[in-house]
């Protein structure tokens, strides 16, 4: 017997439920059997490689913002740099509403009323996902290989098969293919999207850039707990992006809250003890957060706000650049 739709969408919020309280259950108890060895421990609590983090975090959206700006202008027009941004700034806000829809609405509502056809912001909000998804697979795989220690052959694998199917999937081929099955489902007129394969690699590289810029910032919050060498650094930012994306897909809650967490301390315990791993991950939560909340000041300051928006006094034809 078939199920219906409404049994199919609750069957899968409730997978996804139990999937955040096995992974909060799995963190409590990496935290409650480590307490002991976590607060005993010889080494101090340091304060000041949080200060010299946050900065980082910080560039880091404001720079996913950056090509977020060149992806709208190849893909949907020109806009003013300092209006994308600030549009990509403020969607963040979303994904601390449960329901990843709010992030995605969060960004599309920054371009209503303007000359920005919704199904051209939608493909380039899923193409930036799905490029910084496979910038933090590559830079993953990268830092297992760094490591001093025989690298797991199973997450090593999955590494490689990640990026190799997402390389492969990312021609315009198929995103072209996606597309054009999506209008079709829709009942909209066909058209192409004008996005070679230069273009995708263009903001691959510039992604994982930005990737690398949050991994100093990452690298030095480990310093609060540990004195993890350098070359530890691409391995940390690659096991952090990647319970982001788990955390992004499997869970119900708030910003992926629970399972990018569950995720994460899996993804440290090799190179750290297991309270530290723990340690560092609920810290993780706490600086991109933070770092979220602060690049909304720069993004505001540099806004030009629109007049739907009830902002400012600039209209609309103001904030979007002229088509040369």
């Known amino acids: 017997m078939a199920l219906s739709p409404a049994v199919k969408a609750n069957l899968i919020r409730g997978i996804k439920t139990l999937v955040v309280v096995v992974s909060f259950a799995y963190v409590a108890q990496v935290v409650w059997k480590n307490y002991d060895a976590l607060t005993t421990r010889d080494r101090p609590l340091l304060w000041w490689p949080l200060v010299w983090s946050v900065p980082f975090a910080v560039l ?81 795989g990268l830092g297992l290989l760094l490591l001093n220690t025989q690298p797991s052959s199973f997450w090593l694998w999955a590494a490689v098969g990640a990026v190799a199917v997402m390389a492969i999937g990312s021609h315009p081929i198929f995103i072209n293919t996606l597309v054009g099955l999506w209008q079709r489902l829709s009942k909209r007129p066909r058209e192409r999207l004008n996005v070679s394969w230069l273009d995708f690699w263009t903001w691959l590289f510039l992604l994982t850039s930005n990737w690398l810029v949050l991994a100093v910032g990452f690298y030095f919050l480990s310093q609060m707990l540990s004195d993890l060498p350098v070359r530890y650094a691409l391995y940390l930012i690659g096991a952090f992006g990647v319970a982001g994306w788990f955390g992004m897909i499997l869970s119900v809650a708030p910003s992926g809250l629970g399972v990018r967490e569950g995720v994460l301390v899996a993804l440290l315990i090799p190179i750290l003890p297991n309270g530290e791993a723990a340690a560092l991950a609920l810290l993780a939560r706490l600086w991109i957060t933070l770092g979220e909340a602060i690049s909304f000041g720069p993004a505001l300051l540099m806004r030009v706000p629109a007049a739907h928006d009830g902002l400012g006094t600039e209209s609309a034809d103001d904030i979007a650049a002229t088509h040369s």
């Open 60 to 140: 880091y959206q404001l720079g996913r913002g950056t090509v977020w700006h060149l992806m709208v202008a190849r893909i949907v027009g020109p806009f003013r740099f300092t209006f994308d941004v600030f549009a990509w700034v403020r969607s963040l806000a979303g994904k601390y509403i449960p329901g990843r829809v709010f992030n995605y609405l969060g960004r599309m509502g920054s371009y209503r009323g303007l000359d920005a056809p919704v199904w051209k912001l939608s493909t380039a909000y899923l193409i930036e996902a799905y490029a910084s998804a496979l910038s933090s697979f590559i830079l993953f």
